[in-house]
């Protein structure tokens, strides 16, 4: 058996002579240690780079002819993993794991699939809207080289489960994932979950607690497996998680405390989740009302438990927001609220004798958070779309969810989408191009995407919508990104100030099936975006006429 070149990390700083098998040493098996073993740094490569491909610059910022040059270029990219990828302080602690990667104590395991999220991401933010990435099967995705080594190393710790072995597990599910390697991504989520189980196992034969964040990041890659594998009877929605005390103290130095707030409205989402996934045709209609009302008040509740400036947060950039974060908050906030009421229409109206004022009722506020959250998102598409690249999928649901009922409602009415005499059209239009703007953008990066892509493509055909027209609304957020910030505001606000209130994380694959809108539900909201229309048609009227304000800027509806 070929032995490793040098000693694993454990004999290395207890400088005890290390037998170097693989893929565990005899020093390590005996005390049941997790061995790792450090990498020549001169000698590894990490990426074949393509030439041409979009990803090839800032690649080449990292290393030179494919290898990589010095842990100070590794740390460029857990930097970007952590800045990058929201969910990555869910699971790991940022400073403890960029100084065990200084000590040579990462291993290489946890390394290789942080390095593989890291080079995806980092290769998203330089692809253009008209470029493709992955458009041919020989195009290699960015970062798999590295999510293959974690893989194959991986695998052989699956016997001896840590939070090392969970946190690469979880980069990778979610790597997979986005290249679409659908086997792949399913295996380590069953993977991930035969960890969680084996280390409450732990947990039970053992008198010692474990650490808060061990506990967070069990919980949180638990939900997205389950959402991958669809093991209803792991994560139960009475899974014993509570945030409401103080973080513990390995989560003090958190990237940014706002995603403590992500975290509880995941949480939030998985009881939704259910919800809506036990809603049958027999299911008694009058307990599931009562069932959305409790879910609505703590939904409400939860929201308002935030601060002002993220409760205030319009998708405009802020000084004092973190601005992927507080997206991704009020998008989960508006999904907390649209879905369930969007399932309740589609319950009652398989009812003998619908309830047709509680179908109105549900369809109006399902509405009202659709619009609402179309606005935040064409705000932060014309105030930056360059971070929007690595959103994750769930932001792209709710696109995909506005596209749906907006495409309805123009066939619903037989408008043309591009009508300049209609100042109701040109309101819907922008929110309709922000959120196709927005998909086309994020399909790029994440496979599910791509098929919410897809799922709309025949429905944009028939309207008469190419991508052209999405590629041009491009320029045109590009020329607004680069103008004077008072100019800009002018261009991309309502000139009416707004007095409302507004709004896999936590399943990755989940929103692309499962909450699809039927005809007959598509129609019912259309009728309240008819409706809607009509009562508010002569003060857009006014609106659109506001000296200084071109009609295209305006984004409130109603």
């Known amino acids: 058996m070929p032995l490793q070149p040098l000693s694993c990390i454990h004999c290395r700083e207890k400088k005890r002579k290390c037998s170097r098998e693989s893929p565990t040493c005899s020093r390590c098996h005996q005390l049941k240690l997790n061995c790792a073993y450090p990498t020549r740094w001169r000698g590894r490569q990490i990426e074949r780079l393509v030439p041409g491909s979009p990803g090839n610059s800032n690649a080449l910022s990292i290393t030179a002819n494919g290898y990589l040059t010095s842990k100070a270029n590794g740390l460029q990219l857990l930097d970007a993993y952590f800045a990058l990828f929201i969910p990555s302080t869910f699971v790991c602690h940022p400073s403890r794991l960029k100084a065990r990667y200084n000590d040579d104590c990462l291993p290489s395991c946890v390394r290789d699939s942080v390095f593989s999220m890291a080079t995806l991401l980092r290769s998203a933010t330089t692809t253009g809207l008209a470029s493709d990435t992955r458009s041919t099967s020989e195009a290699t995705p960015p970062g798999e080289i590295w999510a293959q080594q974690a893989s194959t190393n991986v695998v052989n710790q699956i016997s001896r489960p840590s939070s090392d072995v969970l946190h690469t597990l979880f980069n990778l599910m979610v790597y997979w994932c986005a290249v679409g390697k659908t086997q792949k991504f399913k295996e380590h989520a069953k993977m991930a979950l035969m960890v969680i189980r084996q280390l409450k196992m732990q947990e039970l034969a053992s008198s010692v607690t474990r650490s808060g964040q061990l506990e967070r990041a069990s919980f949180f890659v638990g939900i997205i497996s389950q959402c991958i594998t669809d093991d209803s009877e792991w994560v139960a929605p009475s899974t014993p998680f509570s945030l409401t005390g103080p973080l513990p103290s390995s989560e003090m130095d958190l990237h940014s405390p706002i995603r403590g707030q992500l975290l509880k409205f995941i949480q939030h989402w998985i009881k939704i989740r259910y919800f809506v996934r036990g809603m049958h045709a027999d299911t008694d209609a009058g307990m599931q009302w009562a069932t959305l009302f409790n879910l609505d008040v703590e939904t409400r509740a939860l929201y308002e438990s935030l601060s002002p400036h993220l409760r205030d947060f319009n998708g405009q950039r802020s000084l004092d927001a973190d601005f992927r974060e507080s997206l991704g908050l009020q998008t989960l906030y508006h999904m907390c609220r649209f879905v369930p009421h969007i399932a309740m229409v589609r319950l009652f109206q398989k009812q003998k004798s619908p309830a047709e004022d509680y179908v109105q009722l549900c369809a109006q506020i399902a509405i009202r958070h659709i619009n609402q959250v179309s606005d935040v998102i064409m705000n932060s598409v014309t105030s930056g779309p360059a971070s929007l690249l690595t959103l994750p999928p769930f932001v792209a649901y709710c696109s995909f969810t506005s596209v749906s009922v907006y495409l309805s409602y123009l066939n619903y009415c037989g408008k043309f989408w591009n009508d300049a005499n209609d100042p109701t ?109 009509h009562n508010s048609s002569k003060r857009l009227e006014n609106e659109v006429n506001i000296g200084g304000c071109d009609q295209t800027a305006i984004i409130s509806l109603f």
């Open 425 to 533: 059209i040109y309101l819907l239009r922008d929110r309709l191009l922000s959120n196709l703007y927005l998909l086309n953008r994020l399909r790029r990066v994440w496979n599910p995407v791509r098929v919410m892509w897809e799922a709309i493509q025949m429905d944009v055909a028939a309207l008469g919508i190419s991508n052209t027209d999405v590629e041009a609304y491009d320029d045109i957020i590009s020329g607004a990104v680069k103008l004077d910030g008072a100019i800009a505001a002018m261009a991309i606000q309502s000139p009416q100030k707004r007095g409302r209130k507004p709004t896999t994380v936590a399943a990755w694959v989940a929103q692309t099936r499962g909450y699809g809108l039927d005809h007959s539900t598509l129609s019912t909201l259309s009728c309240q975006v008819v409706d809607s229309n």
